[in-house]
C-alpha cells in the first residue's frame, strides 16, 4: 500500500462553515519515494466569508478569491475526489489532519453530494504526522530537534519544527509546501526513529490497534493536551455497544478497589475529575500506544512496578459487572450529541440511505439538466438541501427567476447578518477584524489587507442592495 500525503489551505478554521481554497497531495511508495503529485485551487464560494487572519497567514490575496479562471469549489472538489480513488487504496497522512484537514475533506465530500469517508473505507486508512512528531517528543526525544516556547514546552508547529530539522520552508501555509514538509519529517522519523514510525504504519490500521489493546494486559497510552504531554498505564475495559470503534480504558494510576464501593453519585463525580480513572481511545484515530515497557518516564503510576499495576489490571479482569458500571457511568458524563438546526453541521448524524447512494453517484455523471430531477428522487433530507444549493450556485440559469432571486436574498442575509452569534463568519464581523489588523499592520502588509477590506466592503454594499429590493413572496427556495 502507497501513502497519500495531503494539505489544504482553508478560508478560515471552522472545518464546517469555511471551505479549502487549495488543496495538494502527493503520492508516494512506503519508502516514501514520490511517485505522483496533485494541487489545484479553487474560488470563494458566494456564501463564504474569508477570515481575515487566515488570509493574513496564507498570504492569499483578494484578487485570487474572486479569480473566474480558478474552479469552483464544487469542481475542485471532484477534480479531488477523482485523483484521491485513482491512489487508492492508500494511507492518508496530512499534518493534524485528523483534527481538521480530514473534517474538512469529509465536509467538502459531504457538500459536493459525494460519500465523505474516502479516506478510511474501502481498504483505505488514516494516520497523521502530528501525532507521530508528538509521540518522538516522548519516545524518541533525539530525532528530532524541538522549537521551545514560552511556557518551556515544545511547539509542534510546521511552519517552526519542519525549518529547525533542516528544511527550506520559504512558503510555510501553501499546501504544496506544507506537504513537502510533512513528508521530510517521516523521512527523517524514518531514518533516526524506525521502530517508532514502524509502530504508527501498524496502529494506523484500526483492527491492529483492537487486536494490540484487546490482547494485551497492560498498555502504555499517552496524549497531548495544550501541547502538554501525558501517559498513563492503561487496561482496556470495554467497547462501546454501538461503535466497535470506540473503547474505553482504565487508568491504572488509580486504585480501581477504591471506587468499587461508591455510590452511583460519587462515582459519577470521581470519573470528572483529574486524575480521570477511565478514557475513551478510538481505535481509528491514531492512538499513541506503546507496550508497557516502552512506557515514557511521565507515565502515571510507573513507580507503582509492574507486580501491582498487573494486580489491578486483574482486579478489573475478574470483575465485568464493575468495568461495565464504569463505562456507563463514565458514558453518562458526555453529553448527548445535538442536532443542529444548519446544514453544514449535519453531516455526522446518520448516514445517507443505501437507496440514495446510486443516485449520489449518478448525479455526477449525467448532464446538468437532468439533476434536478435526481435532488427531487432522494430521500435524505440533507441531499436534497445540498443538491438543490449546487445547482444553484453551479447552474442558477435552471432555476426559476422567483428561486434564484431566494437564494439570492437569502445569502445576501447569511453573510451580512449583524448577529454576532452567527456559526458563520459574517461581513460585519470580518470588516472589523481587518480594521484591527489593519491598526497594527506594517505597509506592506497594510496594502495586502486593505484589498481585503475594499473586496469585502463591496460585497457587503451588493448585499445591502440585494435585501433593500423589492421581495419576491415564495415558498424558501431551501
Not at 468499587?260 to 478510538?282: A, H
Not at 510507573?302 to 494486580?311: A, H, P, S, V
Amino acid at each position: 500500500m502507497g501513502f497519500v500525503f495531503y494539505d489544504t489551505e482553508t478560508t478560515g478554521t471552522d472545518s464546517a462553515f469555511d471551505q479549502i481554497l487549495q488543496f495538494a497531495a502527493i503520492r508516494t511508495d512506503p519508502e516514501l519515494h514520490e511517485l505522483d503529485r496533485f494541487e489545484i485551487r479553487c474560488r470563494l464560494s458566494p456564501h463564504i466569508v474569508p477570515s481575515p487572519g487566515a488570509m493574513r497567514v496564507t498570504k492569499v490575496e483578494a484578487a485570487r478569491l474572486f479569480d473566474a479562471s480558478l474552479h469552483s469549489h464544487y469542481e475542485m472538489v471532484c477534480r479531488i475526489r477523482a485523483k484521491l480513488l485513482t491512489w487508492s487504496p492508500a494511507l492518508f497522512i496530512g499534518y493534524n489532519s485528523l483534527q481538521f484537514d480530514e473534517h474538512l475533506l469529509r465536509q467538502a465530500f459531504y457538500k459536493s453530494l459525494h460519500q465523505p469517508y474516502l479516506t478510511n473505507t474501502n481498504g483505505n486508512s488514516r494516520s497523521d504526522a502530528l501525532r507521530m512528531v508528538q509521540a518522538a517528543s516522548l519516545f524518541a526525544p533525539g530525532a528530532l530537534t524541538f522549537p521551545v516556547g514560552e511556557d518551556g514546552q515544545f511547539v509542534f508547529k510546521l511552519d517552526q519544527l519542519a525549518p529547525l530539522n533542516g528544511f527550506a520552508h520559504d512558503r510555510a501555509h501553501d499546501a504544496l509546501a506544507d506537504v513537502e514538509a510533512t513528508i521530510f519529517l517521516c523521512r527523517t522519523l524514518i531514518e533516526k526513529a524506525p521502530e517508532l514510525w514502524s509502530a504508527f504504519m501498524r496502529f494506523s490500521q484500526k483492527a491492529a490497534v483492537a487486536d494490540h489493546i484487546s490482547s494485551e494486559p497492560i498498555f502504555s497510552l499517552s496524549d497531548f493536551y495544550f501541547g502538554n504531554p501525558y501517559s498513563w498505564p492503561v487496561s482496556t475495559i470495554g467497547c462501546h455497544a454501538e461503535n466497535n470503534s470506540e473503547f474505553y480504558v482504565y487508568n491504572l494510576s488509580i486504585d480501581p478497589e477504591t471506587l468499587i464501593e461508591l455510590s452511583d453519585e460519587d462515582l459519577l463525580y470521581r470519573l470528572s475529575v483529574s486524575p480521570k480513572p477511565v478514557r475513551r481511545l478510538k481505535s481509528n484515530a491514531c492512538p499513541i500506544i506503546m507496550p508497557i515497557e516502552d512506557a515514557p518516564f511521565i507515565a502515571a503510576g510507573l513507580q507503582l512496578g509492574i507486580e501491582e499495576l498487573t494486580r489491578r489490571a486483574e482486579y478489573l479482569r475478574d470483575r465485568e459487572e464493575f468495568r461495565t458500571r464504569l463505562i456507563g457511568m463514565f458514558q453518562s458524563t458526555k453529553a448527548e450529541p445535538t442536532v443542529s438546526p444548519h446544514l453544514e453541521r449535519q453531516l455526522y448524524d446518520t448516514f445517507f440511505p443505501k437507496e440514495d447512494e446510486p443516485l449520489m453517484e449518478r448525479f455526477h455523471v449525467v448532464p446538468w439538466e437532468q439533476r434536478p430531477a435526481i435532488i427531487a428522487a432522494f430521500k435524505d433530507r440533507r441531499l436534497k438541501k445540498i443538491g438543490q444549493r449546487l445547482i444553484f450556485l453551479e447552474r442558477p440559469d435552471l432555476l426559476p427567476d422567483m428561486d434564484r432571486a431566494q437564494y439570492d436574498r437569502a445569502i445576501a442575509a447569511r453573510i451580512s447578518s449583524g448577529d454576532i452569534e452567527t456559526s458563520w463568519l459574517t461581513l460585519p464581523r470580518a470588516l472589523a477584524d481587518l480594521d484591527e489588523l489593519l491598526a497594527e499592520a506594517d505597509p506592506t502588509e497594510a496594502t495586502f489587507l486593505q484589498e481585503h477590506r475594499m473586496h469585502l466592503a463591496k460585497r457587503m454594499e451588493r448585499a445591502e442592495l440585494i435585501l433593500n429590493a423589492p421581495a419576491i413572496t415564495m415558498a424558501a427556495a431551501s
